[in-house]
């Protein structure tokens, strides 16, 4: 009975937005868009199945059996004890801030740094309405040291390469800098973009995940406004995943560009699966497809994208689809957006962590790693097994 499981339950998600919010008091539209996110989600967001999803794989229990797992204040008898979270998405954030809170009910408060190699907390759901001018910066990606102002956790901005599991060190992208010296180690890491190999893929789409990625489709999106008189044809968008952010993007991108009632906008989303959102609720998902259906996007599931080629019109790219049923369409579009395919950080390879097939950190009930005294693992980078192991 194996699942794959986000760490936080439905509170925990629900208490890192409360402090994000409460944090910076102009982030009203993360607490509207709170009610969006839980809307979508009930409980763990669990990809595969499991009658019981693990209750406790909440960040409180994990920040106790990580003080635990390095001897606890007691144990360490006047020596600070020092809890290394990689990884500064909304599990490592929690995390932390679940830390800091267990610290002060004890003898002695740890010493709780926090690693990510970006500047930024994004707050990804908002991440489309910065894109169009809707949402400020600040809004959507306030910086670590506001969030953290005051609540004694350590931020280190700075890209880990590797971990010595023996000596206890996380080192910098160099692979020799050290950054950090640990008791216990959390990793929450997340996964990194992929383009699953797909030819052209990379060169020929643009991607929707960081902020980086945001600017550059706000340039494209400017482009496309400026030469709005100059298309005589609709412009033709396709949208690659059907999670969250493709749904929204494909729901939204088509309004964006017609600005004029000269322009027209052709959307495609493209989805692998057979069914769009497979994570959320039936009831959420069909109300996501009567809205997309409603706004005139081509839902096209059970589809992979085969190739991406280039076009005699410089501008325009010829993305080759391939069905389940193993039939061929071509699509040939002035806008390729690509929302879907993960995989875990390259980190996990080099520490020469326990993982599944598709490299997927092994974890017990305790969030524990297979094989590892001191080190965690949250987040979508893990695959739980409910079974306890001899260490946790």
């Known amino acids: 009975m194996i699942i794959r499981s986000y760490f936080f339950s439905r509170e925990a998600y629900e208490d890192s937005i409360d402090y994000v919010t409460k944090k910076k008091s102009?982030?009203?539209?993360?607490?509207?868009?709170?009610?969006?996110c839980l809307f979508f989600s009930s409980g763990f967001l669990v990809f595969g199945w499991s009658p019981n999803p693990p209750v406790s794989n909440s960040a409180r229990s994990l920040a106790a059996t990580s003080l635990e797992s390095s001897g606890g204040p007691e144990e360490k008898s006047g020596n600070t004890q020092t809890v290394c979270i990689i990884g500064g998405g909304f599990g490592g954030l929690f995390c932390a801030l679940s830390l800091s809170s267990l610290g002060k009910e004890e003898k002695e408060k740890p010493k709780i740094v926090l690693i990510d190699k970006r500047e930024r907390f994004v707050f990804l759901p908002l991440l489309y309405e910065l894109c169009v001018g809707d949402a400020t910066i600040e809004e959507v990606a306030p910086t670590y040291s506001?969030?953290?102002?005051?609540t004694g956790i350590e931020f280190i901005q700075a890209d880990v390469c590797d971990i010595d599991k023996q000596k206890q060190v996380v080192y910098s992208a160099s692979g020799e800098e050290e950054i950090c010296k640990y008791d216990s180690v959390i990793l929450a890491t997340g996964n990194e973009a992929s383009f699953f190999g797909v030819p052209g893929a990379e060169k020929f789409a643009?991607?929707?995940?960081?902020?980086?990625?945001?600017?550059?489709?706000?340039?494209k999106l400017s482009y496309f406004d400026a030469r709005d008189s100059d298309f005589e044809k609709p412009l033709e968008v396709v949208v690659v995943g059907a999670g969250y952010s493709g749904v929204e993007l494909a729901l939204n991108i088509g309004e964006r560009l017609c600005k004029s009632d000269d322009m027209h906008?052709?959307?495609?989303?493209?989805?692998?699966?057979?069914?769009?959102?497979?994570?959320?609720?039936d009831f959420n998902r069909q109300s996501s497809e009567a809205e997309l259906v409603k706004k005139g996007v081509q839902l096209l599931t059970g589809t992979s994208v085969n190739e991406v080629q280039s076009t005699e019109a410089e501008e325009r790219k010829k993305v080759i689809l391939r069905k389940n049923d193993g039939s061929i369409e071509a699509i040939e579009c002035d806008l390729l957006l690509w929302t879907t395919g993960n995989k875990p950080s390259d980190i996990i390879k080099r520490a020469n962590f326990v993982t599944d097939k598709n490299g997927r950190i092994v974890t017990g009930k305790s969030l524990a790693v297979k094989g590892e005294k001191n080190v965690f693992a949250i987040g979508e980078l893990i695959y739980y097994t409910c079974f306890t192991f001899r260490w946790e």
């Open 146 to 150: 506001d969030l953290l102002e005051g």
């Open 26 to 36: 102009t982030i009203a539209k993360m607490r509207n868009f709170l009610n969006l």
């Open 265 to 281: 906008v052709n959307t495609y989303l493209v989805h692998r699966g057979n069914e769009i959102l497979p994570s959320a609720s």
């Open 206 to 219: 643009q991607a929707f995940y960081t902020i980086e990625d945001c600017y550059e489709l706000r340039k």
